[in-house]
């Protein structure tokens, strides 16, 4: 396990927060499961409640009757044994690549939490297995297509409710094993799912969630990166700091466009001397920057409001009452709000592709650069002819950058009606999160190449005679940057040095105005 870095995340009664879902989902955080009696016994009486329905023959939603539209297909008492088992089983048709290890984590997590509600009506045993994965980094080999959000995530979550029962396969110490091998290897004797149980995995949101977490945590490091990045052009580009005045934004006062113009003012030491203007006005990729990542700041809380209050959701159907003895069927697997997050947040994260793109665009081009080498070579006057410094790397971003816009068409819209029309109108939140996972990656891209242009536009303004110093912020990062990423002057390929780069996002490596 990686060394903790991160308190003990307990799952029961107590809120978890994104920050949570990633502690664990990278594995720097001990998992715990709260086990005092009283709330042992609250989990407990939901089983209890739901097998006295069985004793009296009680009409149960995927408990007595079948799933979907057959949901008025009767199930004789003496079949009701198998139907969870059956359940997962023809859910078992999951395609496309499989999650992640951190991803399949953040499911893991998202869909413990939710059963630790106490209104699903599981057993205890099946929260400490739950946990139990978790802990000893159990993770079942998801497929991450095939799920439209509604009635949850149903096909992938069959993959998580079968290898608690020893079926299919997971990835254990770096492993693919099969799920009953690992239960012997431990000791451990394969759940056998009570009637609800599978329904209780399977028909929630945890996919979509667990993914909306970790885009979360991407997308806030990403706004930071993507203003330091915009610090490092203004200079580069020999820029107006004006545009950054504190004065200025209080005329337009949004929050968080407030804040990203904070940080370009400190990174910038605005307040300092300045060098005479070249130009009153900036293009709109510097002067607009905080307008434009002011949009994905002041969306950041509202998205984390969203995503938290489903992580912290019971969202399964039905839900048990146990202390009023009440089966309340209804629709709490629909999972709109995690939709309507992430096809939000592809939007506003494609939005800052494109302005690095931009950005980027003018740094190697020598009509707009304000007097840098055509693509950013360092090549001697001799060696220019045969150099094209960050030519390519541009190429390459905007078509990331392209792509990244290409999905931003949204998800939620695109609803189909399944399940011969019980499901009729479905959230398509798990597509919707997978594209906001893409846009990121892309973005991330964006970012990585542009970075290494800004810091080798950075270096090349170094090497005038009249070359003033950087302020504080961006001197430190230019010289940490340089320990990776020395400059560009002979043509090179970069291939690695981006993937390098884009390590150090992942990694969240650079501490930068959180």
């Given at each position: 396990m990686t060394t903790p870095t991160h308190e003990p995340v307990t799952f029961g009664e107590r809120p978890l927060r994104i920050e949570d879902v990633l502690a664990l989902a990278n594995r720097q955080a001990p998992v715990q499961l709260q086990s005092d009696a009283a709330y042992r016994e609250r989990i407990a009486k939901g089983a209890r409640f739901l097998d006295s329905l069985l004793d009296k023959e009680g009409v149960i939603y995927g408990v007595t009757t079948g799933y979907g539209d057959s949901c008025v297909v009767a199930v004789p008492l003496h079949h009701v044994e198998a139907l969870p088992r059956h359940l997962y089983t023809f859910h078992g048709c999951g395609l496309g690549k499989l999650l992640d290890a951190q991803a399949t984590r953040a499911v893991l997590a998202a869909r413990l939490q939710s059963l630790c509600h106490g209104v699903s009506g599981v057993r205890v045993e099946l929260l400490e297995r739950l946990h139990a994965f978790l802990e000893h980094d159990i993770l079942p080999l998801i497929p991450e297509e095939g799920s439209v959000g509604a009635s949850g995530d149903l096909t992938p979550l069959s993959y998580v409710a079968a290898t608690l029962s020893g079926e299919r396969e997971v990835m254990f110490r770096g492993e693919r094993r099969q799920a009953a091998d690992v239960h012997r290897e431990l000791g451990w004797t394969?759940?056998?799912?009570?009637?609800?149980?599978?329904?209780?995995?399977?028909?929630?949101?945890?996919?979509?969630?667990?993914?909306?977490?970790?885009?979360?945590?991407?997308?806030?490091?990403?706004?930071?990166?993507?203003?330091?990045?915009?610090?490092?052009?203004?200079?580069?580009?020999?820029?107006?700091?004006?545009?950054?005045?504190?004065?200025?934004?209080?005329?337009?006062?949004?929050?968080?466009?407030?804040?990203?113009?904070?940080?370009?003012?400190?990174?910038?030491?605005?307040?300092?001397?300045?060098?005479?203007?070249?130009?009153l006005q900036d293009r709109y990729s510097l002067r607009c920057a905080p307008h434009v990542l002011g949009v994905l700041a002041d969306s950041l809380n509202w998205l984390r409001s969203f995503i938290e209050i489903e992580l912290n959701s019971a969202n399964d159907n039905p839900i048990i009452d146990a202390e009023a003895e009440r089966v309340l069927h209804g629709g709490h697997f629909y999972g709109g709000?995690?939709?309507?997050?992430?096809?939000?947040?592809?939007?506003?994260?494609?939005?800052?592709?494109?302005?690095?793109?931009?950005?980027?665009?003018?740094?190697?081009?020598?009509?707009?650069?304000?007097?840098?080498?055509?693509?950013?070579?360092?090549?001697?006057?001799?060696?220019?002819?045969?150099?094209?410094?960050?030519?390519?790397?541009?190429?390459?971003?905007?078509?990331?950058?392209?792509?990244?816009?290409?999905?931003?068409?949204?998800?939620?819209?695109?609803?189909?009606?399944?399940?011969?029309?019980?499901?009729?109108?479905?959230?398509?939140?798990?597509?919707?999160?997978?594209?906001?996972?893409?846009?990121?990656?892309?973005?991330?891209?964006?970012?990585?190449?542009?970075?290494?242009?800004?810091?080798?536009?950075?270096?090349?303004?170094?090497?005038?005679?009249?070359?003033?110093?950087?302020?504080?912020?961006?001197?430190?990062?230019?010289?940490?940057?340089?320990?990776?990423?020395?400059?560009?002057?002979?043509?090179?390929?970069?291939?690695?040095?981006?993937?390098?780069?884009?390590?150090?996002?992942?990694?969240?490596?650079?501490?930068?105005?959180?």
């Amino acid at each position: 396990m990686t060394t903790p870095t991160h308190e003990p995340v307990t799952f029961g009664e107590r809120p978890l927060r994104i920050e949570d879902v990633l502690a664990l989902a990278n594995r720097q955080a001990p998992v715990q499961l709260q086990s005092d009696a009283a709330y042992r016994e609250r989990i407990a009486k939901g089983a209890r409640f739901l097998d006295s329905l069985l004793d009296k023959e009680g009409v149960i939603y995927g408990v007595t009757t079948g799933y979907g539209d057959s949901c008025v297909v009767a199930v004789p008492l003496h079949h009701v044994e198998a139907l969870p088992r059956h359940l997962y089983t023809f859910h078992g048709c999951g395609l496309g690549k499989l999650l992640d290890a951190q991803a399949t984590r953040a499911v893991l997590a998202a869909r413990l939490q939710s059963l630790c509600h106490g209104v699903s009506g599981v057993r205890v045993e099946l929260l400490e297995r739950l946990h139990a994965f978790l802990e000893h980094d159990i993770l079942p080999l998801i497929p991450e297509e095939g799920s439209v959000g509604a009635s949850g995530d149903l096909t992938p979550l069959s993959y998580v409710a079968a290898t608690l029962s020893g079926e299919r396969e997971v990835m254990f110490r770096g492993e693919r094993r099969q799920a009953a091998d690992v239960h012997r290897e431990l000791g451990w004797t394969p759940l056998v799912l009570r009637p609800k149980e599978a329904l209780a995995l399977m028909n929630g949101t945890a996919v979509m969630t667990g993914l909306a977490c970790l885009a979360y945590a991407r997308a806030d490091y990403l706004l930071q990166l993507a203003t330091r990045i915009t610090a490092l052009n203004v200079v580069a580009l020999q820029g107006n700091p004006e545009h950054f005045d504190e004065r200025l934004f209080a005329a337009k006062p949004h929050p968080g466009q407030m804040q990203v113009a904070a940080w370009l003012r400190k990174d910038l030491a605005i307040d300092a001397p300045t060098a005479p203007l070249h130009r009153l006005q900036d293009r709109y990729s510097l002067r607009c920057a905080p307008h434009v990542l002011g949009v994905l700041a002041d969306s950041l809380n509202w998205l984390r409001s969203f995503i938290e209050i489903e992580l912290n959701s019971a969202n399964d159907n039905p839900i048990i009452d146990a202390e009023a003895e009440r089966v309340l069927h209804g629709g709490h697997f629909y999972g709109g709000h995690i939709a309507f997050a992430m096809d939000s947040l592809k939007n506003l994260v494609a939005n800052v592709a494109d302005l690095l793109d931009r950005q980027l665009a003018l740094l190697v081009d020598e009509r707009y650069n304000h007097g840098l080498p055509s693509n950013l070579s360092g090549a001697s006057a001799d060696r220019a002819m045969l150099n094209h410094g960050f030519k390519a790397v541009q190429i390459g971003t905007s078509a990331w950058t392209a792509e990244a816009l290409k999905n931003t068409m949204p998800a939620s819209v695109f609803s189909r009606s399944t399940e011969c029309h019980n499901q009729d109108k479905v959230s398509m939140g798990t597509i919707a999160a997978r594209d906001a996972i893409r846009v990121l990656e892309l973005t991330e891209q964006v970012a990585a190449a542009t970075l290494l242009a800004a810091n080798q536009g950075v270096w090349l303004r170094g090497q005038a005679e009249d070359a003033r110093p950087l302020p504080p912020a961006l001197a430190a990062m230019h010289e940490e940057l340089a320990k990776d990423f020395p400059p560009v002057i002979e043509d090179r390929a970069l291939e690695g040095e981006l993937r390098l780069c884009l390590q150090r996002i992942a990694a969240q490596h650079w501490r930068l105005h959180a």
